[in-house]
């Protein structure tokens, strides 16, 4: 199970980093503005939101082991007719087909491997989702600037099509079909309110980033989320058969896993998405190196991840969650004192450190979410999960993008935008992981181990109570 659901998500995470890098070059060959060409990105966003929330039912309904398989085919597929794309709006046709599968992918694959571990190892469940999530963005980047310069920009979707082919040759060989529960009839209202709520929510966020909040379309998309999410509330508290279960969320700790993983997002995006920028386009540095100053945190967050889902079950997910985002807010405080000129030397030690609490948040926030999740729900949880997810990125990364350009005066956040800003607006927008990091402090006062005593070692007695042993239904 773990292998296969490496393959996909490595495949899923790739095409998202590697397309960044060739946005120009697709410029420059289908003769588009900037406006046009972010369709390939928004088209692709809008179809995961669409399709994240019915993945749960899906997968219930057909068998998920079915419906992974499907969902790697249609990814692979719409990978080649990316590849063969002739005019933009092809592509962008082809990247909300690319949707389809994506959104589906991640929250299955991610309820089967919780399914194939039994609560007290699931932290393990939480090293194998580091192998993809810290190998993907590091080489994403550095390959698909290798692809565009030496080969074509087509490459950079082809290259989907063997990892697919052998990520489904290993579903057929090793994936079990796991027993089907009746979900009950498809909700056709929270599939239709989930989907364009989140689809207007994610825009909005995305579109106030770049172009300013008080553009028509930034806060129309908003109020239009507000109204959609909440009768989406309504709906789905109200009906027998929900698409979310949105009851999950009144579970302690998975309502609060889901909170510390907007904290998580937002403090690690506050670094992610800025030291890129202010190493390019304050400093001069040239991508390939910049690629290479960030590797070693990706490097020391897979050593640490692998470390922590060993000594999780005896230490319990309260302290390292603290620890971790203190080890966040010290680094957010360390970034203060880089300047235009200071050493890389310098800058490197200080992002592996970065790497520290990453691996320290990742396995014990993802692990003590689905603690007391039981294996009919999962589904539903990890729909739930990705849902928080995708609005966590989208929401941490307007926020750091928002304060850049407020400091800097700048109008967007391109990558060639904001390169005047002065080093004092990268101050103030890395401080904003350290705003998101405290938060995540004090919402990780409120996890108590024994609430996640069931993933915890069982000869292990966690801090702070006795055992419960509830699970939600």
């Excluded at 990814?75 to 082809?94: I, Q």
């Excluded at 060989?173 to 498809?186: D, S, T």
């Excluded at 070693?296 to 309260?318: C, D, E, F």
């Excluded at 890389?344 to 926030?365: D, E």
Aim: proline letters at 5%; a positive charge.
């Amino acid at each position: 199970m773990g292998i296969t659901f490496v393959l996909a998500l490595i495949m899923q995470i790739l095409d998202v980093t590697i397309l960044n890098v060739a946005l120009a070059t697709l410029g420059r060959e289908f003769g588009v503005d900037a406006a046009a060409l972010q369709w390939v990105l928004t088209g692709y966003m809008i179809s995961l939101a669409v399709f994240i929330p019915s993945s749960g039912w899906i997968a219930d309904r057909y068998g998920s082991k079915r419906t992974f398989q499907l969902a790697v085919v249609i990814f692979t597929l719409a990978s080649v007719l990316c590849g063969v794309s002739g005019s933009l709006w092809m592509l962008v046709a082809a990247r909300v087909l690319q949707g389809v599968g994506g959104g589906m992918l991640v929250p299955v694959g991610q309820a089967m491997l919780y399914r194939a571990f039994p609560p007290h190892e699931r932290a393990k469940a939480g090293a194998v989702l580091a192998i993809p999530v810290t190998i993907a963005p590091m080489l994403g980047p550095v390959l698909g600037g290798f692809l565009v310069e030496y080969a074509s920009w087509r490459w950079i979707f082809f290259i989907n099509v063997p990892v697919g082919a052998l990520a489904l040759l290993c579903a057929v060989l090793f994936l079990r079909e796991e027993p089907r529960r009746a979900p009950g009839p498809f909700d056709l209202p929270g599939f239709v309110l989930a989907g364009a709520g989140l689809a207007t929510l994610l825009y909005g966020l995305e579109q106030g980033a770049q172009l300013g909040w008080t553009q028509p379309q930034v806060w129309l998309s908003l109020v239009a989320a507000v109204a959609l999410i909440s009768g989406l509330i309504r709906r789905e508290l109200t009906t027998r058969a929900p698409m979310l279960d949105l009851r999950l969320l009144t579970d302690r700790l998975f309502g609060t896993g889901n909170l510390l993983l907007l904290c998580q997002t937002g403090a690690m995006f506050g670094i992610l998405f800025l030291v890129p920028l202010y190493l390019q386009n304050l400093r001069g540095v040239p991508a390939f190196t910049a690629g290479l100053v960030l590797m070693p945190q990706a490097v020391v967050m897979l050593l640490t991840t692998q470390v922590i889902s060993r000594v999780y079950g005896r230490v319990g997910p309260k302290r390292l969650i603290l620890a971790g985002f203190s080890v966040q807010v010290l680094i957010g405080v360390g970034l203060q004192f880089q300047g235009t000129d200071t050493s890389l030397w310098l800058l490197v030690p200080l992002l592996a450190v970065q790497g520290v609490a990453m691996g320290l948040l990742m396995t014990p926030v993802q692990t003590a979410t689905f603690a007391r999740i039981s294996s009919t729900a999962m589904g539903q949880a990890t729909s739930m999960f990705n849902v928080s997810r995708q609005v966590a990125t989208a929401f941490g990364t307007a926020v750091v993008a928002t304060v850049l350009v407020a400091l800097s005066g700048a109008s967007t956040v391109e990558p060639a935008g904001p390169g005047h800003a002065p080093l004092s607006a990268y101050h103030g927008a890395f401080l904003v992981s350290v705003l998101f990091a405290t938060a995540g402090l004090l919402l990780g006062l409120r996890v108590r181990d024994s609430d996640a005593a069931a993933s915890l070692d069982r000869a292990a007695t966690p801090a702070g109570g006795s055992r419960s042993s509830g699970t939600v239904r």
